[in-house]
């Protein structure tokens, strides 16, 4: 089930609590997958350390977590839901990379002019 919300996905917040080393170590296995599912070297993803009003039980390091992000060429952020700490944020984010990717995914479309009595209805064909 989860390939399969990893396959229709078009960005991912990988998210692991700062006081919770285990789930730290399941982003990088995330991380690996999605890429691994969507056949990608790259894809819009953030990392989130979520309970950052918990910073007196860290086990991640936020060096250690930016080290991981820029590794992967991922952006990084802390956040607590508890108290609404870039949680709106972090959507936001995941939505530019996802926009960011579009872009550079999808060529743009061809501009058509309208046709002109001297160009015979091809603009780049002036007669």
């Known amino acids: 089930m ?4 990893m396959r229709t996905g078009e960005g991912f917040l990988l998210i692991y609590a ?3 080393r285990g789930s730290f170590t399941e982003i990088s296995k995330f991380h690996t997958q999605i890429l691994r599912v969507k056949d990608r070297d790259d894809f819009p993803m ?7 009003d918990l910073d007196l039980q860290r086990q991640v390091p936020k060096e250690e ?3 991981f992000a820029q590794e992967n ?9 508890k108290i609404r700490l870039n949680v709106d944020e972090s959507f936001h984010e995941v939505v530019r990379a996802i926009r960011r990717f579009q ?6 479309a061809p501009t ?4 002109t009595k001297e160009s015979n209805g ?3 064909c002036i007669l």
């Open 73 to 81: 060429r991922i952006p990084y952020m802390e956040a607590s839901a």
């Open 122 to 124: 091809c603009p780049c």
């Open 18 to 20: 700062i006081n919770d």
């Open 46 to 52: 953030i990392l989130v350390g979520n309970k950052a």
């Open 112 to 115: 058509v002019h309208p046709p």
């Open 2 to 5: 989860r390939e399969q919300y």
């Open 103 to 108: 872009e550079l995914e999808t060529p743009p």
């Open 65 to 67: 977590a930016l080290a």
